[in-house]
Each structure stands twice: as structure tokens, then as C-alpha cells.
């Protein structure tokens, strides 16, 4: 009893810390609100409001009903019509259209005699992901008016192909971007606070108070560790229940299993966090020896860009993050209600994470007291 009774006088003192200022309060909630209502709209890797530049040299029937179905397919917001290959050129090179499409002069006339007609798509190699992304809107706009042709002519395409997106059939990006949102905003609150404690006390010139009081240094982790962990749960609730009840993004899985796993995705962050803060002097050193982790860990988490897509060797390297493991285990249980075997896979490389950052924090908190 004494040993919690300890444990619990250090947690109130960092709380009393954390809220005893106005900045502290708004540094707990501002960022998540903040990054809530803006991410589900900026970061998207969605194309809206693309521009698409048209060099038509035909001018018959079948090339201006292509050009108003481009118009009126809702991926592209402008439609460019340009007189020559300088002028597609030019519209491509000032960033003014993200595609440009060249419509040949004998292109109505080789439809209607039922020929193969070519049509050439430019695209601005400069934003690739999005030109990319737009040429598949084209398309499938190309695709439904050949299917509309062939119907008319009574013909039949070769192939149907019919797509169905599971775990996010309407593809609306919010429904990624906030489950994501939840390992990322719950990775700057754990880590930032923990990274601070020990750096904030040396500042503080109360260091080594704490070090002659009845606490152990394992007590002091201890009391230390809890309060990100709580902030973390408490960040990560208002993320969820924003995702719910304000963007409409339906949770399917068990929420004993997501709090499970975030339990020991703290801990991780929580370890990390009291290693950085071991090794700084000032709360400066701390902060920006956080940010020196959370920038690669973010970035190698499959957040941005799949792991997938990464070489072999630094897919291998990203199996010490915890970040990726975490992502995973929030996309997987909110989209797709993960199964416990599913989630323990992913969750048993977080355990050792944690073990190995917690000991390698305790060993460097010593190694400073001794």
C-alpha cells in the first residue's frame, strides 16, 4: 500500500504540472481538436477539383459527347480547351492542368465505323500520385462511354469488370485518415509528456528532491509513465468518439481489444520517452530529441505510404517501430473488426518493444542517478 500510496503522490504532481498552467490544458486538448477537424480534409490523397485540358481535333459527335461526359463526371471541376500540342505543353508546364487529352481529328469517324481509334492522355509526372490517380477517373469515364457505344451499336465488350471496395466501400478518405489519426495524435501526447518529465524536473531545479525522497528510481518511472499513459487514452477517446459520432465513421470492432493494444503502445511510447528525457538536460534537448523519433516513426508506419511499397530491408527495420504495429491494429479493429489471434500478431511485437525501450530507459535513468 505504501508503494501506490508513493506512486500515486508523483502522479498527482505531474497532473498538478501538466494542468497547473493554461498552456498545459490547451496542449492536451488543442491538438487534438486541431488535428481532427483539419486532417480528415487536408491530408487526403483523394484528387478533387482537378483541372483536365482538351486538344480536340475532331469536332464530331463522339469527341464532344467524350468531352461532356469528362464535364459532367464530377472528377474534373475545370475543363481546358487548348489548339495545339504547344498550348498542352503550356498548360501542363504552368501546373494550369494536372492531365491533358488529346482527341485525334479521324476519332468520331473510326468510332462510328466501329475501328479502334487512339486517344493520348499527358500527364504532369510532377504530382505522379495525383495525375495518376486522375487518369484512373478518365478512365473510367472512357469506359462507361465505350459501354454506352457498344450498347447502342449492339455490341457487346469483351469483359465487365465489377469492383467492389470491402471495409470501405464508399473509398471516402476520412474513413482511413481518422482511425489513423488515433496512433498518430496518441504517438505526440504519450511521447512529448514523458520526454518532458525528467528534463522539466532537472530545469525545475527539482530533480534531485525527487532523488532523496523515498521514491526509487522505479517509482519515479513509474510516476512518470502513467500520467502519458492516461493522457494518451484520454487523447485517443476524443479522436474515436469525434470519428463516430461527428464524421459518421462506423467502428466494427471491440474496443476491449483496441484500449489492450494501446495499453502496450504507451508503454512503448512511454519507454522511448523516458529514454530521451534520461539523455536531456533541458526540456528543449527533450523536446526536440522527441521530435527527432516521432518525424521517421510517423513516417515509416505505413501512415503515408504503405510498407509495402518500401524496400525489403527497411520493411524489416520498421518492425522496431511501434507506430507501424499500432496503425495496423487501429485500421484493422475500427474498418474490419479485426479477431483476437489477428490482433495479438500485431500486438506481441509492441510487448517487446516496450519491454526493450522501458529497460533500456531504466539503465540510462541509473546510469544518470548513480
Not at 12 to 31: A, C, D, N, V, Y
Not at 46 to 74: I, P, T, W, Y
Not at 79 to 94: D, L, N, R
Amino acid at each position: 500500500m505504501n508503494f501506490f500510496r508513493r506512486i500515486h503522490s508523483l502522479v498527482r504532481k505531474e497532473f498538478q504540472s501538466l494542468l497547473s498552467t493554461k498552456s498545459g490544458k490547451m496542449l492536451l486538448i488543442m491538438p487534438v481538436i486541431l488535428q481532427t477537424a483539419l486532417f480528415p480534409f487536408a491530408a487526403t490523397l483523394e484528387v478533387k477539383n482537378a483541372s483536365l485540358a482538351v486538344f480536340n481535333e475532331d469536332h464530331g459527335r463522339a469527341s464532344v459527347e467524350m468531352m461532356q461526359r469528362f464535364a459532367a463526371s464530377g472528377a474534373f471541376t475545370r475543363i481546358i480547351p487548348v489548339w495545339s500540342g504547344a498550348e498542352v505543353e503550356e498548360v501542363i508546364g504552368t501546373r494550369d492542368a494536372l492531365l491533358a487529352v488529346h482527341i485525334p481529328a479521324d476519332f468520331s469517324r473510326k468510332i462510328a465505323a466501329g475501328e479502334t481509334s487512339p486517344v493520348q492522355v499527358v500527364l504532369d509526372g510532377r504530382r505522379s500520385n495525383s495525375s495518376q490517380i486522375a487518369f484512373s477517373y478518365l478512365q473510367s469515364v472512357l469506359e462507361v462511354y465505350l459501354k454506352d457505344r457498344a450498347a447502342v451499336a449492339g455490341r457487346v465488350l469483351p469483359s465487365d469488370v465489377i469492383t467492389r471496395n470491402w471495409f470501405v466501400p464508399n473509398l471516402e478518405y476520412t474513413h482511413f485518415i481518422l482511425p489513423s489519426l488515433v496512433a498518430i495524435i496518441t504517438t505526440i501526447g504519450s511521447l512529448i509528456i514523458t520526454a518532458l518529465s525528467l528534463a522539466r524536473e532537472r530545469e525545475q531545479g527539482t530533480f534531485d528532491q525527487l532523488l532523496v525522497s523515498p521514491l526509487t528510481p522505479e517509482m519515479i518511472m513509474v510516476g512518470k509513465m502513467v500520467p502519458a499513459v492516461l493522457v494518451g487514452f484520454f487523447q485517443a477517446t476524443l479522436i474515436l468518439a469525434a470519428a463516430v459520432f461527428i464524421y459518421d465513421v462506423p467502428f466494427r470492432g471491440h474496443l476491449v481489444l483496441l484500449y489492450g493494444a494501446m495499453f502496450f503502445y504507451a508503454l512503448a511510447l512511454a519507454g522511448v520517452g523516458l529514454f530521451i528525457s534520461s539523455l536531456s538536460k533541458t526540456q528543449q534537448q527533450a523536446f526536440l530529441g522527441a521530435f527527432v523519433f516521432m518525424v521517421p516513426a510517423i513516417l515509416l508506419s505505413g501512415y503515408t505510404a504503405p510498407v509495402e511499397n518500401m524496400p525489403v530491408w527497411l520493411q524489416h527495420l520498421t518492425w522496431v517501430n511501434p507506430v507501424r504495429h499500432f496503425v495496423e491494429v487501429v485500421k484493422g479493429v475500427y474498418l474490419k473488426d479485426a479477431s483476437v489471434v489477428r490482433v495479438f500478431s500485431l500486438v506481441w511485437p509492441l510487448m517487446v518493444i516496450s519491454l526493450a525501450s522501458l529497460t533500456a530507459a531504466a539503465l540510462m535513468f541509473r546510469k544518470k542517478t548513480g
